[in-house]
């Protein structure tokens, strides 16, 4: 059955032509399934991984019944992660971008709570948050949410994984019992089922399966003694070589481990889990996006939320015992109609849970030798790219153009060796192809005589240092 267009749906022209605009020509599966709920103004509950198209679910529907000449917060999204609440508010401001004087602000943790109050002195139509900052300003009388005709809970699973549904339900009690609440999961278990069953209003329950084809992603299996998996990861990358990989531990401590051991043989990898700090997050997912770094190790709470493009491989380092877990990990790779490889270490006591995997899918899993792999005593490939960071953001009114310019003019650069250009309230990062990125650094101390450190842009003065790797 093909897909169906968007002007099935009873939408405005504006915002037909918007979506038009945007590449949104068929509506992929929990679309088709749940934008007729929403647009009636129903309460759902719906399953779908990440990048099934969610985000222009509930954003259609918010947009739909919004009102721009209204005062008060009119929509309410809440997510797990800072980044992905960075992701839905840039996608709602794409997705409202033929609306007029629509304001979409993010409210999260990681930065000062005075800025974003003076922000919500001027209004806001949709707030996009995560719940303590949502609950923060709350208690501080800075947010009202008694206009709210729309409540979004985005990646429910994950955020009481993270300890905030007391903050939910706050939030929740905050909002007008007459509201639309659209939840939207990865997994549905009874105890979350049971935990939000106060939220909802008769809602209409939609599931999409989160199964992948063969085609599209190749899935490889290896027995592996348990202490053997580090060094198998290694040999993983040295003989696939992807420019980017996701690998994923059951623990923290086996995410650090296995960093430095990765390190240790010359890869450019980094760890992300939980106990990492906002802006050493943040960081880190620059550098991961812009290829300064080509392995991420990561846990799965910790890797939540992250929408990371054309990503060549994930390895499973550790088989999850859930295998919805591990569907959705593997779903990470092969996307938007590229092929993917999806490979797993698995230890002799973790077979059960592969068999596990097995029934999910109804089809059995291949499994490989490790013998296969070439044993390459050569050094790691370095990452592509290296990350140069500017002390200076938008407070100093940088703008990604003004970098580029400095760097394809005094920095000698043509704009083929220049990659993402991540500008933020007081720092910079952009990335340099590996080969060149010296030769520019010089190139920018050169135009600026007063001090070692310091680099030329727009004809000033800014801090600047390579992110050590």
């Known amino acids: 059955?093909?897909?169906l267009p968007f002007t099935n749906l009873p939408l405005g022209a504006g915002m037909l032509a918007n979506l038009t605009t945007l590449g949104y020509l068929e509506m992929t599966a929990i679309q088709e399934k749940s934008l007729p709920y929403v647009l009636k103004g129903r309460d759902l509950i719906a399953q779908a991984k990440t990048g099934s198209g969610k985000t222009a679910v509930f954003g259609i529907g918010l947009l739909h019944t919004l009102d721009p000449g209204g005062f008060g917060v009119q929509g309410l999204v809440l997510c797990p992660t800072r980044e992905l609440a960075d992701q839905v508010a840039h996608e709602l401001r794409r997705l409202a971008r033929r609306e007029s004087n629509i304001k979409v602000l993010?409210?999260?943790?990681?930065?000062?709570l005075r800025p974003q109050a003076a922000s919500l002195e001027h209004g806001a139509h949709i707030v996009v948050g995560t719940p303590g900052r949502i609950r923060d300003h709350l208690n501080r009388g800075t947010l009202k949410l008694d206009h709210v005709r729309t409540l979004v809970l985005d990646e429910a699973d994950r955020m009481t994984d993270l300890g905030f549904y007391d903050e939910i339900v706050g939030i929740v009690r905050a909002c007008p019992p007459q509201r639309q609440t659209l939840l939207f999961s990865a997994t549905y278990p009874n105890d979350i089922r049971q935990?939000?069953?106060n939220f909802?209003?008769?809602?209409?329950?939609?599931?999409?399966?989160a199964q992948h084809t063969g085609d599209q992603i190749e899935q490889?299996?290896?027995?592996?003694?348990y202490d053997g998996r580090d060094a198998a990861v290694g040999r993983l990358l040295k003989q696939f070589k992807p420019v980017s990989a996701l690998v994923f531990c059951n623990t923290k401590v086996h995410c650090r481990e296995l960093t430095e051991e990765l390190r240790a043989q010359g890869f450019s990898a980094l760890a992300l889990h939980g106990d990492l700090q906002q802006r050493e997050r943040?960081?880190?997912?620059?550098?991961?996006a812009n290829r300064s770094c080509s392995v991420l190790v990561a846990t799965d709470v910790a890797a939540?939320?992250?929408?990371?493009?054309?990503l060549d491989a994930v390895i499973n380092a550790d088989v999850t015992r859930d295998t919805e877990v591990h569907i959705h990990r593997v779903g990470r790779t092969g996307r938007a109609g590229e092929s993917g490889l999806a490979l797993t270490l698995c230890a002799p006591n973790e077979k059960k849970w592969v068999r596990l995997i097995e029934d999910y899918q109804g089809a059995p899993v291949q499994w490989h030798a490790l013998s296969e792999l070439a044993l390459d005593d050569t050094e790691a490939v370095a990452a592509p790219m290296v990350t140069l960071c500017i002390?200076?953001?938008?407070?100093?009114?940088?703008?990604?153009g003004d970098v580029l310019g400095a760097l394809t003019g005094e920095g000698g650069l043509n704009k083929g060796q220049v990659g993402k250009i991540n500008v933020f309230e007081f720092i910079t990062y952009v990335a340099i192809d590996r080969r060149v990125a010296d030769q520019a650094f010089e190139h920018l101390k050169a135009k600026n005589k007063t001090g070692r450190d310091l680099g030329n842009l727009k004809g000033r003065s800014f801090k600047m240092r390579f992110v050590p790797m």
């Open 1 to 3: 059955m093909s897909p």
């Open 106 to 112: 993010t409210l999260t943790g990681g930065v000062p």
């Open 195 to 197: 935990a939000t069953a």
């Open 200 to 209: 909802l209003h008769d809602p209409a329950e939609v599931t999409v399966e």
């Open 220 to 225: 490889r299996f290896y027995e592996v003694e």
């Open 282 to 288: 943040d960081e880190i997912l620059v550098l991961f």
């Open 304 to 310: 939540r939320g992250l929408d990371i493009a054309h």
């Open 391 to 400: 002390l200076g953001g938008k407070k100093d009114k940088l703008r990604p």
